[in-house]
């Protein structure tokens, strides 16, 4: 990413992302999920603007930190995030070259691991991306219901439906309590 730009928008991913910072800096803002609804997505959200994230959604911001070469940054799934590439900070130790003849990282010298043209490098690398409860149940459940469907052992999951049985079947036709269970479930039940 060149020196004083953004790559991406505020977003946030339906991954668990770990950062490894390789050449140059970045400033990286991270907030909360908006919304109890947004914790833990299975799907990455749309570019926000920044005005979306602090304002409109009210996202608290959590961290605003700088990264350089060798510094590592977690970011969990939901998480907004959003990142500059920045000059190295006066307060950031500069990172000395490792046997490459005065040359950083980028390969020019005294580049201060900034990179030739004050550029920013770093290296994603994403875990569990379908690898939740839900995503193993959509699989399981179905795979599960065709084997005991196709069982020769009983016909009982092929025999035909009762009549009218969704106007008495389920948990919003509970007898102990008519406000137990899931109110979507109810809600979709009785449209």
Not at 129 to 136: K, L
Request: overall charge negative; glycine content about 8%.
């Amino acid at each position: 990413t060149p020196l004083h730009s953004q790559g991406f928008a505020p977003h946030y991913d339906d991954v668990d992302v770990f950062i490894l910072q390789l050449e140059g800096y970045k400033r990286w803002r991270v907030y909360a999920p908006p919304n109890k609804m947004e914790t833990l997505p299975r799907e990455s959200s749309r570019d926000y603007t920044e005005k979306e994230v602090e304002e409109d959604m009210g996202c608290e911001l959590i961290m605003d930190l700088m990264i350089g070469p060798g510094d590592v940054l977690y970011l969990p799934r939901g998480w907004i995030h959003q990142a500059d590439t920045v000059a190295r900070p006066a307060h950031m130790v500069k990172v000395p070259s490792s046997g490459s003849g005065g040359k950083g990282m980028s390969g020019s010298k005294d580049s201060d691991a900034q990179g030739p043209r004050g550029h920013s490098l770093h290296l994603t690398v994403s875990a569990m991306q379908n690898w939740c409860w839900a995503d193993f149940l959509e699989i399981l459940i179905p795979e599960a219901l065709e084997a005991a469907a196709a069982s020769d052992k009983s016909i009982s999951l092929r025999e035909g439906l009762p009549r009218n049985f969704l106007s008495y079947m389920g948990t919003m036709h509970q007898l102990d309590d008519e406000d137990s269970g899931p109110e979507g479930l109810k809600q979709a039940l009785e449209a």
